[in-house]
């Protein structure tokens, strides 16, 4: 057998290409790609974050898969994977892994179960924030937050079941002159995204009006992995809403076409939420 300095030297590897493994379980082969991202994988349970690999994770989450969430270690599991999982009415939607253990350790009670986040691609689900056009009551004290996401919840229960985790959040549930002047812990499961989740900051949604002191009035504190890693996942092709105050009448939305915007409270936008599974 010839030593390996006699081969003819490559600078890059090809999409077919195989590499030769040994170990416990045998000496096997395994693809240039599958390798790539198992090497991520093997730096820590959380680096699985660090990784967009997008690939359908089948139609309903498997038994090892829910190990490695509880577990915390999120093997085979990197950000942009989903399921495909149909309601009763036979209406499948694509749930993808936005996240890993973003909210761990958050919350006036400490949320210590370890997580996958996750952001279904599209509900096929359409609401306004409110019948009329105010911000009154925050995003607590709206209806999509009343009545629209009470069924949202039910929708991604179906899909979970008791996987569906309920973890506290700081939402706001008072406006003044048109700013977020009132927040509180409440508990959670499936609610809109804010700003930072999606952009990594704050946008449209004012910090303060010159005298009062700014405050974002969230617990989230950076992007989801999801949006960091691949811009594209943003824009999905449908215009959905935040749930960030803008004004005494609007609500902070994304356009279909791409661009960070604001309307009227009355307006009816997809419902794209964010929940914890584990």
Not at 6 to 22: H, N, P, V
Not at 193 to 214: A, D, F, Q
Request: charged share 15%; hydrophobic share 35%; with cysteine.
């Amino acid at each position: 057998m010839s030593k390996i300095t006699a081969y003819t030297a490559a600078t890059r590897f090809d999409s077919g290409d195989k590499l030769l493994k040994d170990g416990t379980n045998g000496t096997k082969i395994i693809t240039v790609a599958n390798a790539a991202v198992e090497f991520a994988g093997l730096v820590s349970g959380v680096n699985h974050r660090n990784v967009y690999r997008g690939k359908s994770l089948g139609g309903a989450i498997t038994d090892d898969q829910k190990t490695a969430i509880s577990s915390g270690t999120f093997d085979d599991l990197f950000i942009g994977d989903y399921w495909t999982i149909a309601d009763s009415n036979g209406t499948s939607r694509n749930y993808r892994i936005a996240d890993m253990d973003y909210w761990y350790n958050t919350g006036d009670t400490a949320f210590t179960s370890h997580h996958l986040v996750i952001v279904p691609d599209t509900l096929g689900i359409s609401a306004s924030m409110n019948s009329s056009n105010t911000t009154a009551g925050g995003y607590v004290g709206s209806e999509m937050y009343t009545t629209t996401l009470p069924t949202v919840t039910e929708t991604v229960s179906g899909a979970f079941g008791d996987m569906l985790l309920t973890h506290r959040e700081y939402l706001v549930n008072a406006v003044t002159n048109g700013y977020a002047s009132g927040t509180a812990w409440y508990d959670s499961t499936a609610e809109l995204m804010n700003e930072i989740m999606v952009y990594g900051c704050s946008v449209m949604s004012p910090m303060g009006n010159g005298s009062t002191v700014v405050n974002n009035r969230t617990a989230e504190k950076s992007q989801l992995a999801l949006f960091a890693l691949n811009p594209r996942m943003i824009n999905y092709g449908t215009s959905f809403w935040l749930r960030d105050v803008v004004s005494a009448t609007s609500f902070a939305f994304l356009r279909y076409y791409g661009n960070v915007d604001y309307t009227y409270a009355s307006a009816s936008y997809d419902v794209r939420p964010v929940f914890a599974v584990g």
